[in-house]
C-alpha cells in the first residue's frame, strides 16, 4: 500500500496498525513462552493459592535443581541430542544429494519415484505406527535410538528432498558446466561450487528436521519401552502421575529443553533466513 501522497495522519494510523498486530502477534507468539519460565519458578506452595498472577510473589531455582540432579531428564536430553542431530545431519546428506539428482537428471522412473515419496507424506502418523513396529521388532530396532534415527530420517526425507532441489533449481547449470570443462569431475563441481552456493539451504533443511525430531512424541512413546532410550518429550510424561501433575518441574525441563533448540538455530540462523527466502521464490 502506497501512503507517500496520504497526510501525516494517514500515514500515522497506517504504521501505527502495522506495528501493532506485528507487536500483537509477537506477543500471542511469546506468551506461552514466558508462561512456561513463570510457572518453573513458582514454588508449589503458591501455585494455586496465588491465583492468576504476570509474576509469582517470590521465586525459585528447586525445579530446575531437581530436574538436573534427582530426576532422569539429563538422560532423556543426551538421547534427544544423539536422535535430532544425527537424523538432522543423515536426513541432509541424503536430501542434498537426491535434490540434486532430481534437479539435474531425467532418468527413467523419476516421476514415479516423486509421485512414491509424495505418498508416504499423505498417511496419518497413527496409522503407520503398527506396520512400522512390525518391521522393526524382527530387526531388534525397537526401544533403541537407532531404530528411532531410522524412523525419523525415512520420515523427513521426502520433504528434505523437495526442499533442497527447489534450491539446486536455482542455480544456473551453466556453473557446474563450466567447472566441468575445467577438468572437474560432476562430484567435484557439485562439492566445490554447487553446494557452498546452496549453504542456505542446507542450514534451512537442517533446522527444519531438526525441529522435527527433537519435538517428535508419537513415535517415541509407542517404539520405545525404556527409560535408558527415551527422549525428553516421553521423559516429560514421567512428571505425571496418577493422581497429579508436578507443573513446575515440568516447565522447568521444557524450559531447559528449549536450549539446544535456540542456540541451534542461533547457529545457522544467518543461512536459514536466505534459505528460507531463496526456496520460496526462484530466479
Not at 508449589?44 to 492468576?52: A, K, P, R, S
Not at 552456493?197 to 513415535?219: D, K, N, Y
Not at 527466502?277 to 530466479?283: F, L
Request: charged fraction near 10%; hydrophobic fraction near 55%; aromatic fraction near 14%.
Amino acid at each position: 500500500m502506497n501512503v507517500s501522497g496520504n497526510s501525516p495522519a494517514r500515514k500515522l494510523v497506517y504504521w501505527g496498525s502495522h506495528y501493532l498486530m506485528i507487536g500483537a502477534f509477537v506477543v500471542f507468539a511469546l506468551f506461552p513462552l514466558y508462561w512456561l519460565l513463570k510457572v518453573s519458578v513458582t514454588p508449589n506452595d503458591i501455585l494455586y493459592t496465588e491465583g492468576v498472577r504476570m509474576w509469582p510473589s517470590r521465586t525459585t531455582w528447586e525445579n530446575y535443581f531437581f530436574v538436573l540432579t534427582q530426576s532422569n531428564f539429563p538422560h532423556y536430553f543426551l538421547n534427544s541430542v544423539i536422535v535430532a542431530g544425527t537424523t538432522a545431519i543423515v536426513t541432509t546428506m541424503v536430501a542434498a544429494v537426491t535434490g540434486y539428482s532430481f534437479s539435474r537428471f531425467a532418468f527413467r522412473g523419476k516421476m514415479i519415484i516423486v509421485a512414491l515419496m509424495l505418498i508416504t507424506q499423505m498417511f496419518p502418523l497413527v496409522m503407520l505406527i503398527a506396520p512400522i513396529f512390525k518391521i522393526l521388532a524382527p530387526l531388534g530396532l525397537t526401544d533403541s535410538l537407532t531404530g528411532l534415527i531410522i524412523v525419523y530420517t525415512a520420515f523427513n526425507v521426502p520433504f528434505a528432498t523437495f526442499l533442497m532441489q527447489s534450491f539446486f533449481d536455482g542455480i544456473p547449470k551453466d556453473l557446474e558446466e563450466a567447472a566441468m570443462i575445467d577438468g572437474n569431475t560432476r562430484f567435484q563441481a557439485f562439492r566445490r561450487i554447487i553446494l557452498p552456493l546452496t549453504l542456505p539451504g542446507v542450514a534451512a533443511t537442517l533446522g527444519f528436521v531438526f525441529t522435527a525430531a527433537w519435538s517428535e512424541l508419537l513415535f517415541a512413546l509407542m517404539l520405545v519401552s525404556s527409560e535408558s532410550a527415551s527422549t525428553f518429550p516421553v521423559g516429560l510424561l514421567s512428571f505425571v502421575s496418577k493422581f497429579s501433575v508436578d507443573f513446575g518441574q515440568m516447565m522447568a525441563a521444557g524450559v531447559l529443553a528449549l536450549i539446544p533448540a535456540c542456540a541451534f538455530f542461533l547457529l545457522i540462523q544467518r543461512y536459514l533466513v536466505q534459505g528460507l527466502t531463496a526456496g520460496a521464490v526462484k530466479g
